[in-house]
């Protein structure tokens, strides 16, 4: 009894935890977009941006995961290193930046809009991947995310080409992050934050000599940097740091629960964002916009709860228990039994009168045991 109640503190524990981290998370990631968005629309340098982030990511991450007292990594086999942790570096330096220059180019809430397609991104890498096939049931619930997008991208006022394709690239690199993060922690046994670590610092040593070529000049000439405009520096500063404490918890949710429980947090924490950017930035939109941007986020919840029924009826059904009443029969080789069928007891005298049976049965009951001739004959056998 003691261990069902600490297993359920245990279990109540968790799932408080889980949710004052989604909270965190929810709340970080919308004041995360909405300074992104304020950033560039003052310092247009989605690469730099980029690079901040990732320079938070690898400054911050190790003295305080240290002080945290996080576990070290053990070392990565280098074939695997190669075919795993470098292609997941790629993906989220990848996402990121297409991230930002979607944030650049279009509103948070479209941006977001878009990022609801997700599940397809998923649905196809894991074909093409693992050769996981769906049912037909999540097959068809991405139809309400298509048609959601669709509608959301044609009605957008601030609609940009390049913000669209930007937000379709930085999902599928977010997809591929969620996929392979989560085959590593099972494999190697590292902790997510020290992945988290890793990854960024390997994303930043593949991307800085990109930017040093492609950004660097142009940021140097950028009148706020070439005057200190101390407001620009410190939304830069707030945005990586930001930045870092969403990928902390992203991570440690990620960590803690199933993919499928993360995608519905993740689908939540999507309408926050689009939420609080409309609220704080104030974007125009029609009903109709808003009208797909739901559809598109109500798609997403329809595939998660399609990805649940068909995990359910792929379980195996539970095993069919056997009945508890046993038949019992009596020994063959039982001479006070024959005696008594035959109406007879075993040293060949008839069965006493019914006042010496009622007698008897007292008394045998009162010992513990019963006539043979009843029910609780066959207890007695047990």
Known sequence: MQSISSGKRTSSR?????????????????????????????????????????CSITLYSGP????????????????????LIVPLAVGKLLASVTSHISLWKVPVSYAHT?????PLFTVVLTRLFFGEKQPTL????????????????????????MGLISALISTMGFSLQNIFSKKVLKDTGI?????????????????????LYMDSMNVFRHTAIKNLDYRVIALLF?????????????????????????????????????AVSLL??????????????????????????????????????????????IKYSPLPNDAYYRGAVNGKLSNGLHKPTMTTTATMTNSLLANGSGMPNGSATRLLFV
């Not at 870092?244 to 991570?251: R, V």
């Not at 739901?294 to 059904?317: D, W």
Request: with cysteine.
């Open 14 to 54: 968790h799932v408080a935890v889980v949710l004052m981290m989604c909270l965190f998370w929810y709340i970080i990631s919308s004041s995360n977009n909405v300074i992104g968005k304020m950033v560039l629309n003052e310092f247009p340098f989605p690469m730099t941006v980029t690079v901040v982030q990732l």
């Open 64 to 83: 305080f995961f240290n002080l945290w007292r996080i576990r070290k990594y053990q070392d990565i086999p280098r074939p695997y290193y190669m075919r």
């Open 114 to 118: 878009v990022k609801a397609t997700m």
């Open 138 to 161: 999540v097959y068809l619930s991405l139809l309400p995310i298509i048609t959601g997008v669709g509608i959301a991208t044609v009605t957008e006022i601030s609609f940009d080409m």
């Open 191 to 211: 902790h997510h934050l020290r992945l988290l670590h890793l990854l960024g610092k390997l994303s930043l040593f593949i991307f800085l000599p990109f930017w």
């Open 238 to 274: 707030a945005d990586g740091v930001l930045n870092w404490l969403q990928n902390i918890i992203a991570f440690s949710v990620l960590s803690l629960v199933t993919p499928l429980t993360y995608a519905v947090a993740s689908a939540s924490k999507r309408i926050f964002v689009i």
């Open 280 to 325: 704080i930035l104030g974007n125009p939109v029609t009903w109709v916009n808003c009208l797909g941007m739901t559809l598109a986020i109500f798609g997403v919840l329809c595939y998660n709860r399609a990805k649940q029924i068909s995990k359910a009826r792929e379980q195996p059904p539970l095993p069919l228990t056997h009945s508890n009443h």
